[in-house]
């Protein structure tokens, strides 16, 4: 651990899970902390909510696609629904900088507005501050959200089995490659759209299968390749994914293509990754695929007998090791 904080702290790599586990979890990780949910599920009255919190800290505020207040309605959401539960309520925490335009915070205030309704759930709370001038980069933002959790979920580990389906929802690394194009300033024809968007009607359409799905998770930083890693971390078990049904857009393809990136490493905000028995693989995907939001939904690969690892079979018939990333390929992305 370095003596000070680095940029790569807040990454979704190595570095983060280092800083969390040896800073946070060992101090607060006796209780739901311990296993690192999206979101903390709690009993109150007989009843099960989930709870979740997050920061917002997106350069530049707007990208295309999306700004980064629709990112943080979305971003609550999804981590809510990939924890089993029906979101239903927002908090909206506000931290400006002196100077920013106020044509701005109306964009993104419009956007909270637009994206709160289209997921049904409501901001009930909240809170604004003002920072000086230089202190904040135009806008932070903090979200929390309260849901209420899906009867028939048990998402763990412990109950994956060999032969178990990965799945995901459509395109990966849309986001990342988003945000890292309108940051350099790069102008594409057809470049890449920031695929912000909620993922709780996709959970939903599959709630009668809860009892065969194992796992869910959103792979915002550092991508597909830590989501699986932490699957597969400590584990008796393994991941194999083929490279040929991996669902990349045109866009961002081009975009790696050009810039030797591995979209396994880039931020998605409107992707699920579900871990489910193959008996109801073929069922969750008709589902998905009868949705906008899932129509590009694939298998990706299955749970093998190759403990800790995730390996890639590549398009050329050879397979390769699938780490995660030290830090971030590209740092404040949400």
Same mark, same amino acid.
């Given at each position: ?25 060992a ?5 739901p ?38 990112l943080?309605?979305?971003g609550?959401?999804?981590?809510? =629904? ?15 900088e002196e100077g ?15 994206a =709160? ?21 135009g806008l ?17 580990l ?11 929802s459509?395109?990966l ?35 009668d ?21 932490e ?17 990349f ?24 990754v ?8 073929a ?17 990706i ?5 190759? =403990?800790?690892r ?24 949400c």
């Amino acid at each position: 651990m370095n003596d000070c904080v680095l940029l790569g702290h807040g990454g979704g790599g190595r570095l983060s899970h280092q800083l969390i586990e040896q800073e946070i979890v060992a101090r607060f990780g006796q209780g739901p902390l311990q296993t690192l949910p999206d979101a903390a599920t709690l009993e109150l009255d007989s009843r099960r909510i989930c709870f979740t919190t997050d920061s917002f800290v997106v350069h530049p505020l707007e990208f295309p696609g999306g700004n980064i207040g629709d990112l943080a309605v979305h971003g609550t959401v999804n981590d809510l =629904a990939v924890s089993g539960a029906r979101p239903r309520w927002l908090s909206l925490g506000l931290i400006l900088e002196e100077g920013l335009p106020l044509a701005t915070l109306r964009r993104v205030l419009d956007s909270v507005q637009r994206a =709160a309704e289209q997921c049904e759930v409501a901001v009930v709370t909240g809170d604004t501050k003002v920072v000086r001038r230089g202190q904040c980069d135009g806008l932070y933002i903090n979200t929390s959200g309260i849901g209420e959790a899906i009867p028939g979920f048990a998402l763990s580990l412990s109950r994956v089995g060999l032969g178990d389906c990965i799945l995901v929802s459509g395109p990966l690394g849309d986001h990342g490659a988003a945000v890292l194009s309108a940051r350099e300033g790069f102008q594409m024809q057809n470049g890449p759209l920031s695929d912000s968007r909620p993922v709780h009607r996709l959970v939903q359409s599959v709630a009668d299968l809860a009892a065969d799905i194992r796992f869910m998770r959103d792979p915002t930083r550092g991508g597909l390749a830590t989501v699986l890693n932490e699957m597969t971390a400590g584990q008796s078990y393994g991941i194999r994914i083929r490279a040929r049904d991996l669902p990349f857009s045109p866009g961002t393809n081009a975009l790696a293509e050009m810039l030797g990136l591995d979209l396994l490493h880039v931020a998605s905000e409107g992707c699920l990754v579900l871990l489910c028995a193959e008996s109801v693989a073929a069922a969750i995907l008709a589902r998905w695929q009868a949705l906008p939001e899932g129509v590009d939904a694939r298998a990706i690969g299955r749970v093998t007998d190759q =403990a800790g690892r995730v390996i890639l079979e590549t398009a050329i018939g050879g397979q390769r090791v699938v780490d995660v990333p030290s830090g971030e390929l590209l740092p404040r992305i949400c």
